[in-house]
């Protein structure tokens, strides 16, 4: 009797960690930074080459190991591998900020008053850049984009099943945003310091 118990503990022993596995869905970076490169280059009006002047290389190219992953475990690499940015209210929020940056923010951002931040938002970099008569109505239009990059980086995450994503996907516009800026404009680095593209 000892030894069938013993038997039935060692075989639970086995069995249970591996039953015990849980799938985590991992956030798909490549896939985010693509949809947001798209979703930023619609909203400053058309692709920028970026500052070393070649396209980003695209993510496994090249890459024995990478394309190794894919054939042993093509499910859990390909779970999760798209990324959703086309609902009716990401598109409507989308549509905003175009129409604001093309008629009331690229000036702004050409003369050097506004600049990207490094946590996805606009800020007002240059106050005395901009006319003291337009000032206030230039905080509104600032302000007003930056409840609608709030609200995309939300809406996107939750347009994915994955509230849990917000951050990484804001981390992941905002280095879309700075890394398609035209020459000239300004952007915060890592330590929150302007700098000039």
Known sequence: MR??????????????????????????EAAAQKAAGQFVDKVLGGAAVPAHG???????????????LDLLVPSAHAQGADITVQTPQIQAIQARMQERFSTRLRAHFDS?????TRDGLVAMRDAAAVPLAQRAAVNAEVAA??????????????????????PQIRATFARQWIERARPG?????????????
């Open 112 to 116: 050097g008053a506004l600049g990207f």
């Open 145 to 166: 984009e930056n409840r609608d990059r709030e609200a995309v980086y939300r809406e996107i995450a939750l347009a994915n099943g994955h509230a849990d994503w917000a």
């Open 185 to 197: 404009w300004y952007y915060q680095d890592s330590n929150s310091a302007w700098q000039r593209k």
């Open 3 to 28: 030894r069938r118990f013993a038997t039935i503990v060692l075989l639970l022993a086995c069995v249970l960690p591996v039953a015990c596995v849980t799938i985590n869905v991992y956030f798909p």
């Open 54 to 68: 070649e396209p980003p290389p695209e993510p496994g190219r090249n890459n024995p190991a990478a394309a190794l």
